[in-house]
């Protein structure tokens, strides 16, 4: 009898890596799926909280891929050893801060690891010849499978027919005819794969979810360490960015304004965490006070926050402001006029 061979596929969520598992799946191969936690990539989080993005689906797209293909999923946190990749990344960082090629090393290092654990023979991903700038040029793969350690133990199904053969197809193991030869960045050939196969409603058809990869998103991480000294972050940090104006008035501290109601309610989750100012004379957003903060800051910041409210045109507005150690009081400021705040100041 013929062992039926078992390969761990990198779920991202998006369009390739789904189709990447499937294309094994036809092939017979027993496949379960890994998806890595950096924290970087949580785009359900922000369509659930956001109203402008309300019709988008509010759910985990690897869990979601991974029913539609019908396999195992095992999501694992890697936030904490993520850090030295974000920090420090050997090859360097894209047009932002994503450091690609390392990020691809150490996943598949990782996946690799797993395997040998766990008696599985290779890996899969949905990786496509120059789809990416960095990471996935024909150049800088077999530096990824070296780094990684993974060598021919590596199958990227959607276009392995435009690399050298790896140990599946060498072995037998899977149909080298069979798999598909796709390069550049047109999703065209995946799209037409996809109807094949019956996916519908599938996740970034142009892929990518990573935050590192947004250059708004940047900024406020570049500016979160310059105000700290050092590049540090936890995971309430690297959410907190992606919700909200922010606004640096001084070194000291910045505001996080809620732009809307379900931003409102996700920041009242950090009240106990953070100083905050919230409006109760008038409609408005809530905001979170991060960093050093006197007195005068929190009226500064309180007029700021004024200009955002149904008050903006009030002489004054009212506001409670809860301090760090938990005391409240009451602030009543005039609201900042628009010309008034510098463009510098917003993130």
């Not at 390969?7 to 789904?18: Q, V």
């Not at 023979?121 to 010849?129: A, K, L």
């Not at 732009?259 to 905050?276: D, I």
């Not at 409670?320 to 938990?326: H, K």
């Amino acid at each position: 009898m013929t062992t039926q061979r078992k390969a761990l596929a990198l779920i991202s969520g998006g369009l390739d890596s789904l189709l990447a598992a499937k294309v094994m799946l036809e092939q017979g191969v027993h496949v379960e799926g890994i998806n890595y936690f950096t924290g970087f990539c949580v785009e359900g989080h922000t369509h659930a909280i956001r109203k402008k993005d309300r019709t988008r689906p509010k759910r985990n797209n690897a869990l979601w891929a991974a029913e539609q293909l019908g396999i195992r999923l095992h999501i694992v946190d890697i936030v904490e050893e993520y850090k030295e990749v974000v920090f420090n990344p050997r090859y360097g960082y894209g047009a932002n801060l994503n450091p690609c090629l390392d990020c691809k090393i150490f996943m598949l290092r990782k996946a690799r690891e797993w395997i040998e654990r766990n008696g599985f023979d290779f890996v899969v991903t949905g990786e496509v010849v120059g789809q990416r700038p960095k990471s996935q040029r024909k150049a800088t793969m077999p530096i990824v499978q070296r780094d990684a350690g993974i060598h021919d133990r590596l199958l990227r199904p959607l276009s392995a027919r435009n690399l050298p053969k790896t140990l599946p197809e060498r072995a037998g193991w899977v149909d080298r005819e069979r798999l598909f030869g796709f390069s550049g960045r047109s999703r065209k050939p995946q799209m037409a794969l996809a109807e094949q196969f019956g996916f519908e409603d599938y996740a970034q058809p142009a892929g990518g979810c990573c935050f590192l990869t947004d250059p708004n998103y940047t900024v406020k991480l570049k500016d979160l360490w310059a105000a700290r000294g050092d590049r540090r972050y936890e995971l309430d940090d690297i959410m907190l960015l992606k919700v909200g104006r922010h606004i640096r008035p001084s070194a000291q501290f910045k505001v996080i304004v809620a732009r809307e109601e379900g931003e409102n309610n996700f920041l009242a989750g950090y009240r106990k965490q953070y100083p905050s100012l919230r409006i109760v004379s008038h409609g408005g957003p809530l905001a979170l006070l991060d960093g050093c903060v006197g007195d005068a800051d929190a009226r500064l910041a309180a007029r700021i926050v004024g200009r955002y409210s149904q008050g903006r045109s009030a002489a004054e507005i009212e506001f409670e402001y809860r301090r760090a150690d938990g005391s409240v009081s009451s602030l009543r400021v005039a609201p900042m006029a628009a010309d008034e705040m510098p463009r510098d100041w917003l993130l």
